[in-house]
């Protein structure tokens, strides 16, 4: 198949959301779709609100609807159907996805049936295939009806584009979601288009110079300080070997050497002392943190140069991406580049004489010293960041650079837990999932608890209670890092176009596009269509891996040639 170059980077990266009165002044990246609508893409419907995807007893559920009766009666039946809104110049219709987020239970009668069906609709499965496969193979493609006109040489509106003739009369757009727990194939492609972002910022690329590998690069971890002893698993293996008796008699003390996929680890050795508010308000106030941490940073890097503050800012800019990773113990972590460039010229020359070294140590300095208020304190409390302090100088553009790129990456397509439970917002602060601990169940639930106190309201706990606490984005860079999340799609774009018989390309030159879109859902129509659809989707996989492979071979024989 021809896909983008990019598509092949396979590259493991994660979101950040940055509202609320202390938000950066950072570019945001979004998670809208990647731009898939092929060359009638004119004009792009709204954005539908997000329904998660069902639960395997959701879909069995559904066992109870006679799926071949809804869909040998023709187009409109929709699984959880509801009256259609209008919204703009859009029409909108709501239904059910249907995309388990398990193995598709292929010995299901209604997998059959719905496959059977497919069959005897216009276009059969080819056509739907087809269409599943430009859609890069998406778990929950939004489904369009509509038609696109165009002002042809006659000076007259000639009809462009029409989904009446596609499978269903509807096209499938990609949802273009960036979390794994959501849509594996979309969030393959953001993390490609995360890894090109962080890297391009390192090493060039994406119209950003080459001789930016000569700028000073750090990789700084930043932890959040404890709120109370929680299961963990050290270097050594060990949890809490030793440890005192708490005020609510329970033995501080865990002899086990737990696993990697423990659920016991993050959860708290004794829930009532642990410190749930600290801890929902810490995630609140991390983007503030980082904010200032980076002021303080460059007037730290301008006192070991010997500038004043004034210098230093006048002088030097760092630039920065960084991605937030949940711990078990739902805490933030911030992981972060850090580049130094020259102020009003951040793609130009490096600026001269700063060490990485000097800039790794103006980091430590900041991280040490920093301080923010915690919101809603009385007391004066304020919030700094753990003791686990890490900076890393990213020096090699080819090994460590990369490497360094592909470890934030990989974060930028996680959320808060890692079943999807809390990749929504939530109507209320109680989430009631047995899949979830309990301990990120308490901290869910105090965020929602504190967002209704009052001197936190303007903070947007409750907006907020699925990510206990945190605001903003999973991956957020600075204004001057390099390239953008819609540059990257609008190139890709281009370059499809590009490769567009020349008959197709000439009726996208025309000036006057017209384009009108009907929301008709998002999701399969049925267990059958969405077993075709995981198909197309591991061919497509398959397909990247013999790609990468191929050319990982290729690189090698010329190495050896
Ligand atoms: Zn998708
Ligand atoms: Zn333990
Ligand atoms: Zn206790």
């Known amino acids: ?74 187009k409109g039946h929709r699984l959880g159907h509801t009256p259609s809104a209008t919204v703009g110049a859009v029409r909108t219709t709501r239904s059910v996805t249907s995309t388990p987020p398990g193995p598709v239970p292929l010995a299901d009668g209604l997998v059959v049936d719905g496959i059977l069906a497919r069959l005897h609709r ?29 002002i042809g040489p006659t000076g007259l509106p000639e009809l462009r584009f029409d989904t009446s003739s ?15 727990t959501v849509c594996p194939p979309c969030a393959s492609l953001y993390r490609g288009d995360a890894f090109a972002l962080v890297a391009s910022g390192l090493r060039g690329g994406k119209g950003v110079p080459e001789s930016i590998g000569d700028h000073p690069a750090v990789l700084l971890t930043l932890t959040a300080p404890s709120f109370g002893p929680v299961h963990r698993r050290r270097p050594d293996g060990t949890c809490h070997p030793t440890g005192t008796r708490c005020r609510h008699g329970r033995a501080l003390v865990c002899g086990l050497r737990h696993a990697g996929l423990d659920r016991a680890v993050g959860q708290a050795l004794c829930p009532d002392c642990y410190d749930y508010e600290g801890a929902v308000l810490f995630n609140a106030g991390v983007s503030e943190l980082w904010r200032r941490t980076t002021i303080y940073a460059l007037r730290a ?50 600026p001269a004489d700063i060490d990485p070294t000097v800039l790794a140590s103006a980091l430590r300095i900041a991280a040490v010293k920093v301080s923010t208020p915690v919101p809603g304190s009385t007391t004066g409390a304020r919030h700094v960041w753990g003791t686990q302090l890490d900076t890393t100088i990213v020096a090699d553009a080819e ?85 953008t999340f819609g540059e990257l799609r609008a190139e890709r774009q281009r370059w499809r176009l590009a490769r567009r018989p020349d008959d197709q390309q000439a009726g996208l030159e025309e000036s006057v596009v017209t384009a009108e879109w009907t929301f008709e859902g998002s999701g399969y129509l049925t267990v059958g269509d969405v077993c075709l659809a995981r198909t197309v989707e591991d061919q497509l996989r398959l397909g990247r891996f013999v790609a990468r492979e191929g050319s990982r071979l290729a690189d090698g024989n010329d190495v050896g040639s």
Not at 166 to 180: I, M
Request: hydrophobic share 35%; glycine share 10%; charged share 25%.
């Open 122 to 150: 216009a276009g059969g499965v080819e056509e739907f295939t087809t269409q599943v496969r430009s859609a890069r193979g998406c778990r929950r493609p939004v489904r369009l009806a509509g038609r696109v006109t165009a």
């Open 399 to 483: 090994n460590g650079r990369a490497r360094a790129a592909a470890y934030l990456a990989k974060y930028a397509t996680k959320g808060t837990d890692e079943f999807g439970v809390l990749d929504h917002r939530l109507p209320a602060g109680i989430c009631r999932d047995d899949r979830l601990p309990e301990h990120l169940q308490s901290l869910v639930a105090t965020a929602w608890d504190l967002g209704g106190t009052e001197g936190l309201a303007e903070v947007g706990l409750q907006r907020w209670s699925h990510t206990c606490g945190f605001r903003g984005h999973f991956l957020t860079k600075s204004r001057r890092w390099s390239t």
């Open 301 to 350: 890097l301008g006192s070991l140069l010997g500038l004043s503050s004034r210098q230093a800012c006048r002088l030097l800019r760092l630039s920065y991406v960084k991605v937030a990773e949940f711990q078990k113990r739902g805490s933030v972590h911030l992981h972060a580049l850090v580049r130094a460039d020259l102020r009003h010229d951040e793609h130009g020359p490096a």
């Open 166 to 180: 596609l499978p269903d009369g509807v096209l499938l757009k990609a949802c273009g979601s960036r979390r794994e």
């Open 1 to 74: 198949m021809d896909t983008h170059p990019d598509e092949h980077a396979d590259t493991h990266v994660r979101e950040l959301p940055g509202q609320g009165p202390n938000r950066e002044k950072v570019d945001r990246l979004d998670d809208t779709p990647g731009g898939t609508l092929g060359p009638m893409s004119a004009t792009h419907p709204s954005t539908p609100a997000e329904t998660p995807a069902p639960t395997p007893d959701a879909v069995a559920g559904s066992s109870r609807i006679d799926l071949t009766k809804l869909l040998v009666s023709g």
